[in-house]
């Protein structure tokens, strides 16, 4: 009987049936106790099922147990894997423990083992993330030759990530992503355990991020998406994946779905995932920022920060907004004097419209030109953020004719990666430099297509904006946008949300939620109720 249960915890295992595995192995632990590598995979299913106390207490008896036996390279690297999971549960002092132990353990060992090279990556990883890259990628590239020496798929995997990470930091992207889309291929071949593959998964989409790779992303988002899928009870990874998906979402303007996603990683954070908290809530409040949620935003902000990292450079922007503009400025500019280059090109967009609205023109034009030229190269979504950042400042310098020539430019490169608002903000920034070049009409063009593309995202802070820049105001005697009343239009008509998404070029998700809008408004219940007020009110005929 024993024979058997643990033959069907093993086959639950590697077909990757995790509450069916912890279910068989922990049965068969009971009956009749477990090898020590049956053990440690007791222990990852715990850990991929957000079952984090069982998961260490498991690695914690495997470890043991390969002591018992005189398996020393076994109990390191046992060792090695607490000190990682410890930390990342916010543990630091019980992982340093384990560290010491597992360095001990090493140092007494006759012959070299691979368990040398797990043990590097604590500390490389504490070397990239404390601020000295150099360090990082020189551990790293250690316990990478250590895997290949040892011919250990997990180990050289890891070293690689590492390496390429860390090459990215120093700033060398396109060399640090080579690394990456090479050990993308074997997680995705599936020579790699489970663990390490969502751990290189995720790191590997954030340095698409800090590299604004987006069509790596989007591959690599989709895989990771696939991947977690095919793995439904898992909880470890599954915040960060839907972290992820919602970062793609708000870029592309599909903000109803990323609130959704973003629900799933917040609950996922909770039971399991601790590495989504960072996204799920800095995303948050990147939602409510762009929506004008502002309270809201910076209790998102907070949540986010209590992770350690800051939640930049989203709160600089609310501050700004309220007009703590210096506020903001020490904020970036501290968090600039601290970053290594990929993050430094994260926030320098925001520094353009930060220090300009402090009115520091040249600090602004400094942030601009370290960004780089729009006409430079780069992936796609870098030279629509450079190209954006060039013409607000040049704007600013006096110089619309030249802010107009790549506003343009950047709207299209905006256009081309389907991303609604950043193209929005760059019709904005081409009906101000028309507004001063002296061609009111198409300054008018300009303004009403970004006016009508901040509503249909319930961008309220940017429709505001362009409100104030055309002089116009919202009257409560017709509180509907353009579009809305558009919709209000064909809903008078009979139409129904399919029809009305065609006829408008809309998702029925977007159209649907004009309609809730409108009724809300309109203080109506119904479809029937807001096309009756809205012929009495006279907002349609």
Request: aromatic share 6%; charged share 20%; glycine share 10%.
């Amino acid at each position: 009987m024993l024979a058997t249960t643990l033959d069907l915890g093993r086959s639950a295992f590697f077909e990757h049936r995790w509450s069916d595995a912890l279910d068989c192995l922990a049965r068969a632990d009971t009956e009749g106790g477990l090898p020590p590598q049956d053990i440690e995979l007791v222990a990852s299913v715990a850990m991929l099922l957000g079952k984090e106390s069982e998961g260490v207490a498991y690695l914690t008896r495997a470890h043991d147990e390969y002591v018992t036996m005189g398996d020393i390279a076994g109990a390191a690297r046992c060792a090695a894997w607490l000190v990682l999971y410890l930390m990342n549960l916010g543990e630091p002092a019980r992982g340093s423990g384990w560290l010491s132990r597992a360095k001990q353990l090493v140092d007494g060992m006759d012959d070299p083992t691979e368990a040398e090279g797990y043990l590097l990556i604590p500390s490389a990883l504490g070397a990239l993330y404390g601020g000295n890259p150099e360090a990082g990628n020189e551990l790293f590239g250690r316990a990478l030759a250590v895997g290949q020496r040892f011919h250990d798929r997990d180990l050289t995997a890891l070293g690689q990530l590492g390496v390429g990470t860390a090459r990215i930091a120093l700033g060398f992207p396109d060399e640090g992503l080579e690394f990456l889309d090479d050990v993308m291929v074997s997680v995705t071949a599936g020579e790699v355990s489970p663990i390490p593959s969502g751990i290189i998964y995720c790191a590997v989409i954030g340095s698409c991020r800090l590299t604004l790779d987006v069509k790596r992303a989007h591959e690599w988002t989709a895989a990771l998406a696939r991947w977690c899928g095919q793995q439904p009870d898992m909880v470890m990874f599954s915040g960060q994946c839907q972290s992820h998906r919602a970062e793609l979402f708000i870029l592309h303007g599909a903000w109803e779905d990323a609130t959704a996603a973003l629900r799933i990683a917040q609950d996922r954070s909770r039971h399991g995932d601790p590495e989504a908290v960072w996204g799920a809530w800095y995303l948050q409040g990147e939602l409510f920022r762009l929506t004008g949620r502002d309270d809201e935003a910076m209790a998102a902000y907070a949540k986010a920060a209590e992770t350690g990292f800051e939640a930049l450079p989203g709160l600089a922007l609310v501050l700004a907004g309220q007009g703590k503009e210096p506020q903001a400025q020490s904020m970036l500019r501290r968090a600039l004097s601290l970053s290594d280059p990929a993050n430094r090109r994260r926030l320098l967009p925001a520094v353009v419209d930060v220090e300009l609205a402090a009115g520091d023109v040249k600090a602004a034009r400094a942030a601009a030109d370290e960004f780089g030229s729009p006409e430079g190269g780069g992936m796609p979504l870098e030279q629509a953020l450079a190209g954006q950042a060039e013409a607000t400042v040049l704007l600013a310098e006096g110089k619309p004719h030249a802010s107009l020539s790549v506003a343009r430019k950047a709207w299209r490169l905006w256009y081309s990666l389907e991303a609604p608002y950043g193209a929005a903000s760059c019709r904005v920034l081409a009906g101000r430099a028309c507004s001063q070049l002296g061609d009111p009409d198409s300054a008018a063009m300009e303004f009403e297509a970004a006016k009508d593309e901040f509503a249909d995202l319930g961008a309220a802070p940017a429709v505001a904006h362009v409100l104030e820049l055309t002089g116009e105001k919202r009257q409560n005697s017709f509180p509907l946008t353009s579009r809305e009343l558009e919709v209000l239009q064909l809903v008078a008509s009979g139409h129904a949300n399919r029809t009305i998404a065609r006829e408008l070029y809309l998702s029925e998700k977007t159209v649907a939620r004009h309609v809730s809008n409108i009724l809300s408004k309109l203080a109506v219940p119904s479809r029937t109720a807001a096309t009756g007020y809205a012929f009495e009110h006279g907002l349609i005929h």
